[in-house]
């Protein structure tokens, strides 16, 4: 998120320096990896039209940089009731999506899902590549005039000599700011060795909330990368610690259950915060000269275009 509104502020011709308590690139935060789920499938309409608006964004910016981060392989929503799918919203949007039979989604991928229950395709879905995005975010702030600093952690916003600070610490935004109501917490992430062409993200959905619990996605690695969401207990993110195994017994017994050619047993597993606010809804705002872009509540990364154009105009507004 950061980046991506140092990219937005850098190219309207602002000077801009960017801030990062490590390194670029690390692993202790929310944006490392090789992949993070692209949908369309939301059950609200203003994330479905988000989610347009940054696929939009993604796609000048790899026009841009000349870098590939999109992988749009699909994605498939499991439900038992289609109607507690995003199908109605995804109508509304006017956006493609077809219902499909447990038996025909075992016809057309290796995914076995229990009979009685149906699957909502969504062809504009897939995959972004983490890592490469983060780095094209940043090569085109830095073309356009940003300044990196690295190795440079702040503990208090009046040490900043800046006429507007645009915060992206996700769960460490409490140390700046501790009146902003977020919950961090660190989530496990399990690989699994899967041979083969990309199989479509999954989200097996909440019957009742409609949002993701167990999920899988592409992997350009090993071929496989699940999770669940918002499993993970609250943190202290100057902490480290280490994916929780209890968690990955879990993920694995599902991708067993899930992924008939994929080796159940994991070959890697890391850690991921989330920065949650009660609702799961992100906070975009400006307060005096703070303009704050965190939580995103484990969802965030796909709307990374979107949101740092938004935290720009909060900047220069």
């Given at each position: 998120?950061?980046s991506a509104?140092?990219?937005a ?9 960017l801030?990062?308590q ?8 929310s ?22 608006e940054?696929l ?58 229990p ?21 094209a975010?940043l ?6 005039g940003a300044?990196?600093?690295e ?11 800046a ?8 769960a460490w935004?409490?140390r700046l ?24 993200s999954?989200g097996?959905?909440?019957p ?8 899988s ?11 669940i ?7 202290d ?5 280490e994916?929780d ?6 993920i ?6 899930r992924?008939?050619?994929a080796?159940?047993?994991?070959v890697a ?12 809804r ?9 303009v ?7 969802h ?7 949101t ?10």
């Amino acid at each position: 998120m950061g980046s991506a509104a140092a990219r937005a502020l850098a190219r309207s011709g602002h000077e801009v320096t960017l801030l990062e308590q490590f390194r670029v690139g690390h692993d202790r935060g929310s944006s490392h990896g090789r992949s993070r789920i692209f949908r369309l499938a939301y059950p609200e309409l203003e994330y479905v039209r988000l989610a347009e608006e940054a696929l939009r964004g993604w796609r000048e910016l790899e026009v841009e940089t000349g870098t590939k981060v999109l992988e749009l392989n699909g994605l498939l929503e499991l439900v038992v009731d289609p109607a507690r799918s995003s199908r109605d919203v995804l109508e509304a949007a006017g956006a493609d999506f077809e219902l499909l039979s447990a038996g025909e989604v075992r016809r057309r991928w290796p995914i076995a899902l229990p009979e009685g229950w149906t699957a909502l395709l969504q062809p504009e879905a897939g995959i972004v590549r983490a890592d490469l995005a983060q780095r094209a975010f940043l090569d085109s702030a830095l073309a356009h005039g940003a300044q990196l600093r690295e190795e440079t952690r702040v503990d208090s916003l009046d040490d900043l000599d800046a006429e507007v600070v645009v915060v992206t610490a996700g769960a460490w935004v409490r140390r700046l700011l501790p009146a902003v109501p977020v919950r961090p917490t660190r989530e496990t992430l399990p690989y699994f060795r899967r041979e083969g062409a990309a199989l479509p993200s999954i989200g097996q959905l909440d019957p009742e909330t409609r949002g993701h619990v167990q999920y899988s996605l592409h992997d350009p690695r090993y071929g496989l990368k699940s999770g669940i969401h918002h499993a993970g207990g609250e943190i202290d993110p100057d902490e480290p610690g280490e994916p929780d195994p209890c968690l990955v017994e879990q993920i694995a017994g599902w991708v067993a259950r899930r992924h008939p050619d994929a080796d159940p047993e994991p070959v890697a597993a890391e850690t991921c915060l989330y920065t949650n606010t009660a609702d799961e809804r992100f906070i975009l705002e400006r307060r005096g000269r703070v303009v704050i872009g965190s939580a995103c509540s484990g969802h965030g990364f796909k709307f990374a275009p979107a949101t740092g154009r938004r935290l720009a105009d909060l900047a220069t507004g």
